[in-house]
Nanobody, 123 residues
C-alpha cells in the first residue's frame, strides 16, 4: 500500500517558480515509478512528468519540457517537481502519482494518487 501527500502549491506570477513535493509512505516506494499529473477546471487530467525508480529516465509533456524538472529522493520517500517560467496555462491542481511498473500517460492506468495541490499562475 502506498500513500502520497503533495505540498508546495500556491499563487505565483507568470514567469515565477514553484517547487512541489510529494511525500510517500510504503515499503516499496523506492522501486516505484513516480510522476505528476495536473487537472484544470473543466479539463481532463493531463500527464506532466514521470521518473523511473532509479531516476535514470525522465519524461515530460511537450507543454512543460524545458521548464519543469522532475526528481526523486528515495531515501526520503519523496518526489519533486521544480516548475520554472510558469505560465497562466499551468494553473491546475497538481497530483503526484506512483505505480509499481511504469507511469502511463493515461491517468486511470496509474495505481496510486495523492490528494492534489493547487497551483495558480497569474498573468
Amino acid at each position: 500500500q502506498v500513500q502520497l501527500v503533495e505540498s508546495g502549491g500556491g499563487l505565483v506570477q507568470a514567469g515565477g517558480s514553484l517547487r512541489l513535493s510529494c511525500v510517500a509512505s510504503g515499503r516499496t516506494f523506492s522501486s516505484y515509478a513516480m510522476g505528476w499529473f495536473r487537472q484544470a477546471p473543466g479539463k481532463e487530467r493531463e500527464f506532466v512528468a514521470a521518473i523511473n525508480w532509479s531516476a535514470g529516465s525522465k519524461y515530460y509533456s511537450d507543454s512543460v519540457k524545458g521548464r519543469f524538472t522532475i526528481s526523486r529522493d528515495n531515501g526520503r520517500n519523496a518526489a519533486y517537481l521544480q516548475m520554472n517560467s510558469l505560465k497562466p496555462e499551468d494553473t491546475a491542481v497538481y497530483y503526484c502519482v506512483a505505480d509499481p511498473a511504469v507511469i502511463s500517460a493515461s491517468a486511470p492506468s496509474n495505481d496510486y494518487w495523492g490528494q492534489g495541490t493547487q497551483v495558480t499562475v497569474s498573468s
